[in-house]
């Protein structure tokens, strides 16, 4: 039941910046990478990051970045006390 929740995945560029390509799996994003390396149209030699996230996260990045103009490794980072209060937590 967790799995489905989590069914977006997303290729970044390089820089964490840009989300170049989605899909709804792993496979489907796997040949989007590759054809679109076959076909030279990736910066940095094809080199992407890949992410996984559940569809309500993803339309909340895209509406950050959008609004605000913000890159993906901003819109992305998780916020708030709770986060802030587990990863001190499990850190130190």
Not at 48 to 76: C, D, G
């Amino acid at each position: 039941m967790m799995a489905n929740q989590y069914n977006i995945f997303i290729a970044v560029d390089f820089f964490n910046a840009d989300i170049l390509f989605v899909a709804n799996s792993s496979g489907e994003l796997s040949q989007q990478i590759i054809t679109a390396i076959e076909k030279h149209e990736l910066a940095s030699e094809g080199a992407v990051r890949l992410y996984r996230t559940s569809n309500q996260s993803f339309k909340i990045i895209q509406r950050l970045m959008s609004h605000y103009q913000l890159p993906f490794h901003e819109a992305a980072r998780p916020k708030g006390a709770n986060y802030e209060n587990q990863t001190i937590d499990t850190a130190g």
